[in-house]
Structures are given as structure tokens and as C-alpha cells.
DNA sequence: AATAAGCTCAACCGCTGCGTT
DNA sequence: CAACGCAGCGGTTGAGCTTAT
């Protein structure tokens, strides 16, 4: 599919044979050539630019194929010669090094092909181009990632495809458990982005596409709950009442526009059976539930110390370990009741290696960090206490949706850890 | 064995930036 | 300063190959 030409706005197809006169000026592009043969080389023809430019070089390109008795357009040779004919390309699959180094760049310089082409030696930027079109964009996005900033994706539309795929392939391979977890909890989580998005002025087709969704529940996912739409709408009309879901920290006065629900509240919602994914996945936080009496719903997340298990994970896997360290980056914590904000760009790897807490922190919207606890648990380890204020709203239609431990583990890992969490059943 | 569907990658396309006239 | 010429870039295409049915 032509795009419009951004001269005059028609088809640039139909500029090819005849283009307007403001198109002309400045080069006369190899796409008018007379009669010159286009399409895949000849191995005559190969053998023609080799010789000329091993005797040569290639100097002018224009003025290389009647030198070399070619009939092409220099751009052709140029392109030939540079993407297969140098001596010095290096064929074959990429290299799981290769790969990494690929995902780095891409993250840094985005689609840079030619200089991301220039840290790997041998490599063409087409090459490379193919590669992260045909392999590793899919690949980020099967892991529920942005292919374009590298991030978990935020956006429910785009990523709920993805997770109904690896819902999919995880009933293939035998752990539909997990896999419903994580994708009811993407699910679940996508919902309040979109509810947030919408919260913060962005336009309603999202609205539109989620009643859409809810009066058509995937058959893919027989398992899902099903969604009670006269609670999410009803919900939705709250929510310009209700401040910003992912500000932290939130101060009380900001909260004033919360309904809070109690202990007995959450005790009185009949929840579905919920199994945490353990198995496959890292220990969860066992989290007490304790209300407290002022007009925030305050709870105790008290976390044993995960390091090894996560470190293992990540500190082995270059491409985790820089995602994780960009994790930090979207929170503040606080130490002590002390904002720290410059702790926001210390990676989580050594964050992980050095310290003893848990990583039920780590960068999540969600989750504060009250105070650390001075006793030791029985490893020897040092939990972590944190506050968590969410919606009542939201609150009651996990818990009726999915059970309360459901709410939990929601709320102590955090979009990008689902995400994560996401990559590890994948690799499993 | 035949056909369809999916994938790969070489080659093409238009555009941009920069040096020259 | 504008017009021109060229090399290089990133997006896209489609022929050929592979895999699934």
C-alpha cells in the first residue's frame, strides 16, 4: 500500500511513470530508468560488480553499471553490493549475542537500522531489519512488551491478543492455571489503564471498544469471569471523581474521592477460588489483610526476601536486567516516610543483589513503602511493609471477579512483573 | 500428493541530508 | 539562495521457500 505523496496528497504510485514538475527537482530517482532490468541479480551480473569493484572500487555509483557493463541503476548496484556481495557480510542465523545486542540498540537508538548495523560486524542494516521485523518484534510482543519502547504494554486493546495467545499456548503445554492468572490479571489490570486513560481526558472510542468487548466475551477464554456491565458502567461514571490511579506517593487530601471498603466488605464478596501462580512463578508475598480506621483502606504487605529467585532470573538475562532497572524509573520510594528519589534510577539488579528486601517495591504506582520492619523474619530476612491505597470500586470488582488473593497479587506485582511474569511462563 | 498458509529476505521504493554548482 | 546530484536510510513488497493441513 502506496502512503499519499506529501507534496500534492495523491498516490505516489501514480507518480512513477509520469511525476508532477515540483517532483523533478533535485534527482531524477533510478524508478524512471529506461530500460534498465530491475528485480533479482543474475549470478553473471554478480560476477560483473564483483570484478569491477575489486578492480576499482566503487566510486561514483551512477557512473558504476556502464563502467562495469550493467545494465542497472546505481542505486541497484549499491544495494547489491552492500547487502550481499561484500566480502566481508557475514551469513547465517543471528547469534543469541546478536540478538541481545540488537534488543539493546533498538531500545536506545529505536529503528536505526544502519546504526545498530554498525555495532555488529558483518551484519547489513537490511539484514538486521529483517531480523527484528520477522523474529524479535514478535518475540517482545508474545512477551507482552512494546516493541517500539521496550516497556510492558500498557495498552489492553493492543496487548489483550497477546495474552489470549499465551493463554492459548499455555493450555497447549499443560498449565492452564497459570495461565489464566496472568491473563484474568492483565485483563483485569488493562481495564483500570483504560478506565485511567479515560479518567485523564483521552477520547472514548476506548469506551466504545470495551462494550464492544464485554458484550462479546472471547470464546477463547471460557475461564474469564464474566464481567458484570452494569457495574463497570456505573463504575466508569465514577470514575471523574476518583483522582489519578498511578500517582505515588498520594497524599490524604488527594484521597478525599475514594469510597473505601472495609474488612468486612472484602470478607463479605463471594470471590472465585483463586490459584496463585507458584508453581512456575516467584514466591508471592503473603499478605495479611489489615484495615485501618482512617478514611484510607491501608494494608500491610509483609514480603519475604525473593533475591534469589529474581536475581537468578534476571541478573543471568541482560535484556531483564536492563528492563528491570528501567522499572525503578517509574516510581518514587520512600525510606523511612523520606521521599528518595534519587534512588529512582538505581537499578533493580543491585537493588536485588545488595539488599534485603523484597522487590514488592519495585517501581509500582501502586504500592508505597511504609517502613521496614526491624525484626527479622525466620530466614533471618528482613520483610517489608507497604501501604497500598486503591479504589474501593476497583477493590470490590477484583475481588467479585477473581477472589481477594486475586486483589493481592495484583496490586504487589504490578504491571510490568505480570509482564515479566508473562516472559517466564513463556520460557518455561 | 496437492494445496493453503505462513515465513523469509533480497530488492525495490520514496524520502532525507548534504555537498556542489 | 535555490537548484541540482548523489548516497544512504527506513519502510514495504512479493517471489520463492517451508510448513501445516
Not at 495498552?155 to 496472568?182: K, N, T, Y
Not at 474488612?263 to 516467584?282: K, M
Not at 533475591?307 to 532497572?325: V, Y
Request: proline residues 7%; aromatic residues 8%.
Amino acid at each position: 500500500m502506496s502512503k499519499p505523496c506529501v507534496l500534492c496528497f495523491s498516490s505516489q504510485k501514480n507518480h512513477q511513470d509520469n511525476p508532477p514538475l515540483k517532483h523533478r527537482m533535485g534527482r531524477s530517482p533510478c524508478s524512471n530508468n529506461n530500460g534498465l532490468k530491475k528485480g533479482p541479480w543474475t549470478p553473471e551480473e554478480d560476477h560483473k560488480l564483483v570484478q569491477y569493484i575489486q578492480k576499482h572500487g566503487h566510486g561514483s555509483w551512477r557512473a558504476l553499471p556502464k563502467l562495469a557493463g550493467l545494465n542497472r541503476c546505481g542505486k541497484s548496484c549499491r544495494l547489491r553490493w552492500t547487502n550481499y556481495l561484500r566480502p566481508d557480510i557475514k551469513r547465517g542465523k543471528f547469534s543469541p549475542e546478536e540478538e541481545k545486542t540488537i534488543l539493546n540498540l533498538h531500545s536506545a537508538l529505536g529503528n536505526k537500522w544502519s546504526a545498530i548495523a554498525m555495532h555488529l560486524p558483518g551484519r547489513t542494516d537490511n539484514e538486521i531489519k529483517n531480523f527484528w521485523n520477522t523474529h524479535l518484534k514478535k518475540k517482545l510482543i508474545q512477551m507482552g512488551f512494546d516493541p517500539m519502547t521496550h516497556r510492558p504494554r500498557t495498552d489492553f486493546f493492543a496487548a489483550f491478543p497477546q495474552l489470549l495467545a499465551l493463554l492459548q499456548l499455555r493450555e497447549l503445554i499443560g498449565h492452564q492455571a497459570e495461565a489464566s492468572q496472568v491473563a484474568k490479571l492483565q485483563y483485569f489490570q488493562d481495564l483500570l489503564h483504560s478506565a485511567n486513560r479515560m479518567n485523564n481526558g483521552f477520547n472514548t472510542s476506548t469506551s466504545i471498544e470495551l462494550d464492544a468487548m464485554l458484550a462479546s466475551p472471547s470464546p477463547l477464554i471460557p475461564s474469564l469471569p464474566a464481567v458484570d456491565h452494569d457495574m463497570i458502567n456505573g463504575t466508569f461514571n465514577q470514575i471523574e471523581h476518583l483522582p489519578p490511579f498511578f500517582e505515588a506517593p498520594v497524599s490524604n487530601e488527594a484521597n478525599q474521592g475514594f469510597n473505601l471498603i472495609n474488612e468486612e466488605d472484602i470478607n463479605n464478596i463471594p470471590g472465585t477460588a483463586f490459584e496463585s501462580p507458584h508453581s512456575a512463578l516467584p514466591p508471592l508475598v503473603d499478605v495479611p489483610l489489615t484495615i485501618q480506621e482512617d478514611d484510607r483502606s491501608i494494608s500491610n504487605c509483609v514480603g519475604n526476601d525473593t533475591t534469589s529467585f529474581w536475581s537468578e532470573l534476571l541478573l543471568d538475562d541482560q535484556f531483564m536486567a536492563e528492563f528491570a532497572g528501567n522499572l525503578i524509573r517509574f516510581g518514587s520510594r520512600e525510606e523511612d516516610g523520606m521521599a528518595s528519589d534519587e534512588k529512582d534510577g538505581q537499578s533493580l539488579v543491585t537493588t536485588l543483589g545488595e539488599s534485603r528486601e523484597s522487590p514488592c517495591f519495585s517501581g509500582s504506582r501502586w504500592l508505597r513503602k511504609e517502613k521496614p520492619l526491624t525484626s527479622m523474619d525466620d530466614c533471618g530476612q528482613a520483610p517489608v511493609v507497604a501501604s497500598i491505597e486503591v479504589s474501593s470500586v476497583w477493590k470490590k470488582k477484583v475481588v467479585n471477579s477473581w477472589g481477594e488473593d486475586a486483589l493481592w497479587w495484583l496490586i504487589e506485582k504490578d504491571e510490568a512483573l505480570i509482564a515479566f511474569h508473562a516472559s517466564v511462563l513463556l520460557r518455561s
